[in-house]
């Protein structure tokens, strides 16, 4: 049996844990249960000065499950800690993590030793955060055409291929540049088309894509919905189109969340990049009273 057919069964194993038990055609499925997440980059100035101080308030504020960054391969540490004793940190605080976003683009352009090198690092220290996902975040300006995207797809099932084989799983996070024309496609197009939906799954920015994209955040999950496994959920100013605390902004999350295929979500975070209407703890605080006031019961 091919090294990727069993990889492939294997993944559809694992994912029958998830079908829907039923009883005389009657199904015993119940409604999921979400942590409330955050992408930590949100933070990133409050956890560059007090890692701890600052997930004691993520914590007070009702975040459960967090997307983290910044993990450094070589030292084997997050946020200036050693592995083992950040997930203490998070474990104090009754946090989880289920994906991180990694500096693989940093690698693009080395030996794929070296990036091989950088994924196996990665996969040693999200099995020891017990993470669900390694997620690419980011693609280069200079990459950016008909080309590098290609070879970005190259490169995500390789990866994935790898990250699975270590039991976990690999998605792609878009931005706006994705949907940027190149000839009649568009790059996260070519990210779809060329990578195995098994090897790489996708976590959709549904800022990026009302800010940027021809479809609609509906119409893009619709055509794959189990792929979609992550979103990412954050405001659009109403003027500037930067982001917004949640609530503040044009997107209509009350209309849209309900609306959305969910048959593949297994993890959402709130995110501000940045833009904040006083700091960043203030606008995580906005926004996670706002979501749990409006948000919280489509999800």
């Known amino acids: 049996m091919q090294r990727r057919n069993f990889i492939k069964q294997t993944s559809l194993v694992m994912a029958s844990s998830a079908i829907p038990l ?24 409050a956890m560059e000065k007090d890692p701890i101080g600052s997930l004691k308030t993520v914590q007070n504020l009702g975040y459960q499950d967090l997307e983290i960054y910044g993990y450094d391969g070589e030292k084997d540490t997050y946020y200036g800690y050693k592995t083992s ?18 500096g693989l683009m940093n690698f693009f352009d080395k030996p794929e030793s070296d990036l091989i090198r950088y994924v196996d690092q990665c996969i040693e220290g999200a099995h020891k955060l017990k993470q669900d996902f390694i997620t690419w ?12 995207f290609k070879t970005l797809a190259e490169k995500l099932n390789r990866i994935g291929e790898r990250v699975i084989q270590s039991g976990l799983r690999f ?10 024309d190149l000839g009649g496609e568009n790059g996260y197009d070519i990210i779809i088309s060329g990578t ?34 992550m979103w990412h959920i954050k405001d659009m100013d109403k003027v500037t189109q930067d982001y917004s605390e949640l609530g503040n902004g044009s997107i209509d999350y009350v ?3 309900p609306e959305l295929d969910k048959s593949g979500l297994e ?8 833009n904040f209407a006083h700091n960043s703890i203030q606008s995580i605080t906005h926004s996670a009273n706002y979501f749990k006031r409006n948000l919280k019961k489509f999800l």
């Open 267 to 274: 993890f959402y975070y709130l995110e501000q990049g940045g």
């Open 137 to 148: 975040p980011w693609l280069d300006s200079m990459y950016r055409n008909k080309d590098g």
């Open 255 to 257: 209309k849209m969340l």
């Open 22 to 45: 039923s009883v005389s055609g009657i199904s015993l499925e119940t409604k999921r249960k979400y942590k409330m997440g955050l992408q930590l980059f949100t933070i990133r100035d």
């Open 85 to 102: 004793d950040f997930k203490k940190i998070l474990e104090d605080h009754n946090l989880t993590t289920s994906s991180g976003h990694y």
């Open 171 to 180: 998605a792609y996070h878009n931005h706006g540049f994705e949907f940027e």
């Open 196 to 229: 195995d939906p098994f090897l790489v799954k996708l976590q959709i920015d549904l800022y990026w894509v009302m800010h940027s994209a021809q479809k609609s955040p509906i119409e893009i999950i619709a055509e794959q919905p189990e792929r979609f496994v």
